[in-house]
Structures are given as structure tokens and as C-alpha cells.
């Protein structure tokens, strides 16, 4: 039993092996929060964790002598206005101009398992068996309306899912101002909060800062999850490192404006809100209507960083990610977009595929241009048909020429986008996002099609889905290139433009819904100018991401650490691209590019006919190597061991479930002269098995020539591998001399470590 219930129905204690979530009815009928943390016995009362408001300045919400001060006390889902003067939770206008409601417990239910949110996605169950849902009943009978609070608790994950639902029973219409996903009162204010900041090509930088009185906030305003601040956020304290202590991580299975808010009193309490931003939002509801908030997410570590993201990456890997590509091996693949960018035909295409199925690449991708009157960014998007100036048999032709290569085929579509020199735009002007007599901001010389209309996705929806089903397509990459503007609909009603944000991520979900069903065999790759929408919603229906334009070796490094704080290895899209870097001009060795790629879903984003035979040994060793080992590095267990935010190296291991394999990645910015020895340790091995150890490193053969003294030696070293035990590996260390970097030629350095228990 996961949920227990006090004898007078009114002690809510939510537990499993990781943590305990205790809430209670306060007397004026409100819900009060008790505990979030690790998990305590269960008892009869938790009433001792109650706090009461005692200075002179206090506001008391119960009838004399009542000393429930709204602004001590820690609750569940509050509002502002009757003695707590935090941020709320939500917020309803109604029609007397008030704003000012107090919803009381009514009755609770505990269900097996976990319900739908569809429209919304959400975390999903295999079984009822898995875990419980206790679903609170609240009234706030002055606006007949209805609040039922969700919290989920799975049995075997560190995992609690919250979200709430509004409903307008009777009366007059309401308009929801604000409606987030989930509050969360922690008694005290020691923590720092990290955050997943960034901008396109440098997405997920690691932000740490020490909590302070008064609002931090992580939000985007930009109608996706954004590039800017990833919705994903912790809150740690301040001795917590990657191997142990406490951390809370919160995220929300969405991918539009968010806001998550940690608010810090001068009493030293914190409030922690995570949901839909609501500026720009607002829900009017008519009688008999309702509004179901977005999924929050909270993971509960006892375990440090490292911890808290297993947790998650657990969650995400088995029961956000669904469908039939979340178990199966993912194809390691080619992308021409930084080959050929729009100038291709089909000639060209099918020699980069020749080129990639003889070196073992199983899936060819064809990316931006292949539509309309694309060959350029101003034109085409918004026409679903193949141009057949540089397609003559059009997708379907192409994708059976692949195919019949042995290669699978893939396709690049941007959905919700549209360029005016498009027959659609001329078509339909009034389809885009735009308001009346207002200039239209445009990007990339695209604007953004209105998805909280059916219509507009229904037409795009059928363009697609021919295209898809007259061809062979095994894969789509779907694109979203510029964040929102103007955001008005031109097919609502004015009362009704504060949905349409949330309305056109709804459609969005509502596209992505019937493709998946219509052709569930589709691997479907999520991408927005690289890792701008880098988000839950979207993993629910697309199992990778690419993660970023940035392909270069050494910054990919910074991009895939900090991903991997919130999201698992086979979530992350990860290419070998060509040097100079597109995004960086910096040369980063071969080696590298793919010892950083490996962690992540693999892949090549260059025309493979442009390396040396040399180079397209290696290319054919590393595709063998992934096709063994990406079985570990997608369902294994991830530990950071160095981070690139902090020096001149970076390292990280995965681990087998069962910990009988591991791959460990070492990689080194700049070297530097005569920088002796370094200790490698590593995480999560069997600490009483013996593991062979071999290292995976490219040596320059120009420093063969023995004229470093004692290279020899280290040379001589490198094939032999040794047998240690897993606590000398992770206490002791590895011990790496770093010649190792200085005789692979360059800077940008990197080895792997392949461990195998051998007893
Ligand atoms: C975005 C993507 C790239 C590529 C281009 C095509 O920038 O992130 O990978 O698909 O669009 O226009």
C-alpha cells in the first residue's frame, strides 16, 4: 500500500521506499502540506508538523481564536489574498470582479494506477499494479467550482506526478488567470537551485545559485519549452554533490511557456510553483467546463545529483517514452543537412547513402529542402510535396532507392511553420499566428502556423500523412525553427485569446497524436533549431531529441552534461559531423567527435565521401563499436564524474543495470606539458567484482618515433588490459599517465575505458 489515509480521513501519507509526501486538512478546510522528503514511518498523526502564525502583523483564516495563518502555513495549492501573500498557485476572476476563492477538501479517492490527462500527455503506467493515485476533492462553493488535486506515487521510482483540474459546475463563467501545475511549501530555505539555462547552440549550461529571499524564477515566455531556461530545475542542498545527498528535481510534461518559481520568505520558508506561464494565459470557463493543468513532475533524491537524475531518467526512458521504438535498438544514422544544407538532388543523396550503408549506417535521413519550392529559407514551408526539380520520383522514388540499398529512410518535416512564397500562405493568410493591424514579426523568414485551430492542423495533418504513407518512411525528424510571436488567433473569439498558447501546443499534441497512432513504427526524432524544445511533452511522443546544432567534439561535451542532468542517454541526439566545426571552426580530432556521440543516440552529419580512406576505417570501427554497445549506453545507469563547467576535463560513466558492463568517457580540453598523472575514479560498479579494463584510445602514429622518453612503456600499456576490482575502480582509481593526451596529436583529447566483470 503506497497511500495511507488516517482514521479521521483527513491525513494524507503518500510513501515508498525512496520518500514520504504527507499532507493533512487545515481547520478552515484547505490542504496543508506536512512533509516532503525521505521516507518516514507511517503514524497515526503528523500533526506535531503543523506551524502556526505568531507575530503581530498575522492574518488568521479560521474563526476566532483560530491562529491558522495562511502565510505560515505550507500548503498544497494556495491562493492569494486571504492572509498569504506568496505567489499563488492559481488565481480565478469571476464575474463580480473578486478574485479572491478558498476551496475546501470535500471527499478523496484512491485508484489504482494512473488516470489519462489526454488531450495532455503524461507519465503513463504498464499496470495498475505499478502505483497509486490519490485524487483530492475540493469546492469553493461562492463560484460552484470543483478542484480535484491528482498526485501519483510509483512504487519503484523516486517519482510523484501532481497536476490539477478546474471545474465550473454551475453559476456564471470564471476566467483562470493562472493555473500551474503544482505548489510545493518546503519548511526551510537552504538549498541552491540549479537551472538548465541557455540559447541555440550552447543549450543546458549547468547554473547553480544559492537561494535568496524574494522570487527566482525559470521560465520561458516564448511559446516552447525554449533554448533559454530548459523547464527542468532542482533544488539541492548546499553540501549535496553528484554521489550523495538530498535533491528535489521538478519538471512538467510540456512544451510551452512555463514558469517554475522557487519563492523564499523572510521567515525562511520556500515555495516552489512549476506550470503553464501565466502571462499571456488565461481560461475562461462556462458552465459545465473544465481545465486540466499540465503534468508536474517530482523526483525526490537521497542519493546526490547522480540520483536524482536516474530517477528521472528511469521515469523517462520507460514510461514517458512510449511506443514501440523505446525498447528497440536505435538506428545509428546519417543526416545530410550539414553536407548538403537545400542543394541536393538525388544523385548526390544517394551517394552519401551508398557511402553510409558501406560503412554500417542503418537509417539515411533526408533533411530540410526536399519540399515545394524549398532551396532557400524563404520559400516552401507550408507545402507538404516533394520537389521534383531535385526529386524526380519524389519521396516515395528516393525512399525505395534506400531501401533497396539495405538502408532505412528518414524524413525532415517543420509542421507548424509556413513561409509567405508558399501556396499554402497564399491560400490561407489568416492561418498564421498574427494580430489584427499589428506588424508580423517574422523568423528565419517563417511565421507560425495556428495550431489551436483543427482546421489548420487537420490540412496539414493530411499533407503529411500522404507523403508518409505513399512512401517508405521509417523515421521523422520534426523540426520547429522560431519561437512565437503575436500570439493571437484569428479564428477565437477576443474573451477567448488567453487559450490560444496552450490551445496551439494542444495542437501540436493533437497532430503528433495521430501520427504516432496512424504509423506507430516511425522512430520520431524532436528538434527546434537543435534543443530548443528539449522537453517531456515532447518525449511522449517522440523518443529522441536533437540536442543541438552545435556538433563540435569539445562543446557538445558542456551540451550533453548538462542535458543530462533531466533527460536519459537515449533520449539525447548526438552526430559525428565534419571539421572545421560548422558552429565553432574549431578541430576536434575524430576520435573524440565519436567518443562524445557514442552518449547519446549516434549518428553521422556529414557526406562520408569527403574522408580519407583512413578516415573511413575508423568511421566503420565506430559503428561497430555503438552497434555493441548501445544496448549499455541507452538503458544503463549514467554518473557524472567530471564536470566540463568546472575545468579542463570532462568524464562520465555508464553502467549496466546489472553492472557487468561499463563504458567509461575521459576527455581532456587542452593539454599541457608535463602534467603528470591523473586518478580516474568511477561510479556505480559492483564494488566486489572484478572488471577487465581495457582503454579505447587513438594514438597519433607520428608519435610512434620513440623520441618521448618512456612512450614505450605507456604505449606497451595501452593494449594490455588489467583486472581490477570495482571498489579499487571507484575508490583507488584509475590511474592515467596523461601522455595519453599529448600523443594523440592535439588538443581535444579523449579515451573510453570498456569494463567488463569477468567474476
Ligand atoms: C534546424 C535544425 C537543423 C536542420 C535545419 C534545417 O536548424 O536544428 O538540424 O534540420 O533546421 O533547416
Known sequence: MLISVSPNAETFHLRNRFFSYIMTVMENGQMENLYFGKAVHERPSFAYLHEEGLHGMSAFNAPEPSRLCLSFARQEYPSYGTSDFRCPAFEIEQRNGSRISAFKFRSYEIIPGKPSLAPLPAATMESDAEGETLILKLADDATDMTLYLFYTIYADLPILTRSAKFELNGGTPVTLTRALSMSLDLPDMAYEMMTFTGAWGRERSVRTRKLDHGVQANFSMRGSSSAEMNPFFILKRPETTEHQGEALGFNIVYSGSHLGQVECTSDGTTRVLTGIHPDNFSWRLTPGESFQTPEAILGYSGDGLNGLSRAFHDLIRTRIVRGVWRD????????????????????????????????????????DGWFGARNDEHAGLGDWVANTDKLPGGIKGLSEKIEAMGLKFGLWIEPEMVNKDSDLYRAHPDWILSAPNRFQSHGRFQYVLDFSRKEVVDQVHSQIAKVIREAKISYIKWDSNRYITECYSNGSAPEDQGKTFHKHILGIYDLYTRLTAEFPEILFESCSSGGAR????????????????????????????????????????????AVPNHQTGRLVPL??????AYFGTFGYELDLNRLSADEIEKVKDQVKFMKANRELIHRGDFYRLISPFEGNETGWIV????????????????????????????????????????????????????FIPGLDRLLATLNQSAELYGDELMYAGLPLNRMLFVIQGCDFTSLLIELEAIE
Open 534 to 577: 528539449y522537453d517531456l511533452g515532447m518525449l511522449c511522443f517522440a523518443p529522441q531529441t536533437w540536442t543541438s546544432d552545435n556538433t563540435d567534439g569539445y562543446e557538445r561535451q558542456r551540451i550533453q552534461y548538462g542535458t543530462s542532468y533531466g533527460y536519459p542517454l537515449s533520449s539525447i541526439g548526438a552526430h559525428v559531423s
Open 655 to 706: 553502467v549496466g543495470k546489472d553492472k557487468k558492463k561499463a563504458l567509461a568517457g575521459f576527455y581532456q580540453c587542452l593539454n599541457n606539458a608535463n602534467a603528470g598523472w591523473l586518478r580516474f575514479r568511477l561510479a556505480g560498479l559492483d564494488p566486489n567484482r572484478k572488471y577487465r579494463v581495457a582503454l579505447r584510445v587513438d594514438v597519433d602514429p607520428r608519435y610512434l618515433a620513440p
Open 328 to 367: 528497440r535498438p536505435r538506428p545509428i544514422l546519417i543526416n545530410n543537412w550539414e553536407a548538403t544544407g537545400m542543394n541536393f538532388d538525388e544523385a548526390l543523396i544517394l551517394k552519401i547513402a551508398e557511402k553510409a550503408k558501406d560503412v554500417g549506417v542503418e537509417l539515411f535521413v533526408l533533411d
Open 591 to 596: 576520435s573524440t567527435r565519436a567518443n562524445v
